[in-house]
């Protein structure tokens, strides 16, 4: 059976959305290489935020991070299709993802889980708990919390991080690069010195 056709592609974008050098990064809310990787990932596009560089989140759930799917729900669900609500609300849920990390939830409920994702809606922006609850409910959010995971799987993904640079996935950075080692990477290709 072949992916539906979603309502608009996987990922949320960062930077220019036509750029010369492309960052596909999938990652999981609850994974802890992911959470290493986050903040390289924005000082990445920090340092190469005058550059023809984006980057493309893929917010996928790992089979054995149960609280993930929520997580991901809210957080699309807060950021309503805003990338700068979504980054800056991703990098607060990963600040704290040991809240919601399996060992925390051993004997929480589903429902424990959906007032954790409000409570930290609330802690980040002036939300109506309410009315984010019903949101994460409805279908769009759905749709986009699940299209990332299937656009995974025609990519071959099934660990997270994974990193495709240009749609090239033999890259050599990881959730243990440093700024300096993707500079040894994305330089080369925008024709760049090393100290860019």
Known sequence: MTTPIPNRPSGVVLGDKAAQITIDAFVDIQCPHSRTIWPTLLEVMKHYEQA??????????????????????????????????????????????????????????????????????????????????????????????RTPIRYAATKSVWATPTVFINNGGNVPVDHLSTLADWQKVINPLLGTGVNR
């Open 52 to 145: 023809s560089v984006s980057l493309k989140v893929h917010l996928i759930t790992l089979s054995n991070h149960r609280q993930a799917w929520d997580m991901s729900l809210g957080l699309f669900a807060l950021a309503e299709g805003n990338a700068t609500t979504f980054y800056n609300f991703a990098t607060f849920l990963y600040e704290r993802q040991d809240e919601f990390y399996n060992a925390a939830f051993m004997h929480k409920t589903h429902d424990d889980l959906r007032q954790l994702i409000a409570d930290k809606a609330e802690q980040h922006l002036t939300i109506d708990r309410s009315k984010f609850l019903d949101r994460m409910n409805d279908n769009d959010i759905y749709t986009l919390a």
